[in-house]
């Protein structure tokens, strides 16, 4: 299992807006530069990360992004499920149906996968970005 590299650029653009005053608008060109994500890779994030309402925007002269809530707030589990959606490490932990078997409820394969993804999904949420900047 990998983090893919938009939820990684997106943990490095959330961080670099939690290190700004509270409200500070930055401008797009501003985060690309300074954590180095390729500026196409930037706009196609910040969708997603607004849309989860991590981020806001502001549009025209003057216009950019700041974070929508206190960085101690936003989760990595928040970013993580902003851009690749709820964390399934397998695909009959989405759904049942998926189970070839037709076992998931009683198969130990589930259950302890089921006790592994709660608890990546529980640390991801124990990490905010308040911690990194303090």
Partial sequence: MNINQATDYAFRAVLFLAKQRSGKV???QTIAEQEVIPMRFLLKIMPSLIKAGIVKSL??????YFLSKSPREITFLDVVEAMEG???INRCLEDNGYCSKQGAPTCQIHRSLAAIQANLVAELKNHNFGDLIN
Avoid: D, L, T
């Fill in 26 to 28: 930055v401008e797009a």
């Fill in 59 to 64: 549009r025209g002269v003057g216009g950019g």
């Fill in 86 to 88: 709820r964390i399934h």
